[in-house]
T-cell receptor
Framework: GQQLNQSPQSMFIQEGEDVSMNCTSS?????WLWYKQDPGEGPVLLIALYKAGELTSNGRLTAQFGITRKDSFLNISASIPSDVGIYFC????????????FGTGTRLTVIP | GAGVSQSPRYKVAKRGQDVALRCDPI?????LFWYQQALGQGPEFLTYFQNEAQLDKSGLPSDRFFAERPEGSVSTLKIQRTQQEDSAVYLCASSFRRGDQPQHFGDGTRLSIL
């Protein structure tokens, strides 16, 4: 079945460092979404990607839609303590589908 | 408030009891989604509404799960004869337009079945 694998599973970094994480799929996706979830809260949409090769930024966050359409990358520059949380990639089961399939998550810890 | 509101925030029930979880989406949002999130996992899709119409319920794990949105605004997720494996956080999300991906999530209801 459909699988979305994220790596790394967890990261411990120093404040100020840059962060890279990725997400790979067993199937082609036409949309990639990145969410951040803090403990006890719902996911917050960070970035949406709609085209292979697309590179989109949101402040210190940059995400890319891989050209194979089976992967996506999220980078965070100059990390700060509030970047702590779990980052999920997600994509629709099929083109036009409303139901999202979420990845396994990357847990980020920022050490001040 | 301006966001998606879910109630209760925490619910403890004995195995076999019925529970009802409420979602108040952002006013005017057409699309409404329910997700189930087990501990340490990503959210898993349960069902999708466009206004009052339930267009996709393919993620509901069994016929014990039932969702409704009778007036196209507030939605209720009901679980009958709860079992321990139903313990999870139930997340609701809404989006302004039909066809949009879930954009605004509530903080969820944490359900614990004893």
């Amino acid at each position: 079945g459909q699988q979305l694998n994220q790596s790394p599973q967890s990261m411990f970094i120093q404040e100020g460092e840059d962060v890279s994480m990725n997400c790979t799929s067993s199937s082609i996706f036409n949309t990639w979404l990145w969410y951040k979830q803090d403990p006890g809260e719902g996911p917050v949409l960070l970035i949406a990607l709609y085209k292979a090769g697309e590179l989109t930024s949101n402040g210190r966050l940059t995400a890319q839609f891989g050209i194979t359409r089976k992967d996506s990358f999220l980078n965070i520059s100059a990390s700060i303590p509030s970047d702590v949380g779990i980052y999920f990639c997600a994509g629709p089961y099929q083109t036009g589908a409303n139901n999202l399939f979420f990845g396994t998550g990357t847990r980020l810890t920022v050490i001040p | 408030g301006a966001g998606v509101s879910q109630s209760p925030r925490y619910k403890v029930a004995k195995r076999g009891q019925d529970v009802a979880l409420r979602c108040d989406p952002i006013s005017g949002h057409v699309s409404l989604f329910w997700y189930q999130q087990a501990l340490g996992q990503g959210p898993e899709f349960l069902t999708y509404f466009q206004n009052e119409a339930q267009l996709d319920k393919s993620g509901l794990p069994s016929d014990r799960f039932f969702a409704e949105r009778p007036e196209g605004s507030v939605s209720t997720l009901k679980i009958q004869r709860t079992q321990q494996e139903d313990s999870a956080v139930y997340l609701c999300a809404s989006s302004f337009r039909r066809g949009d991906q879930p954009q605004h999530f509530g903080d969820g209801t944490r359900l614990s079945i004893l």
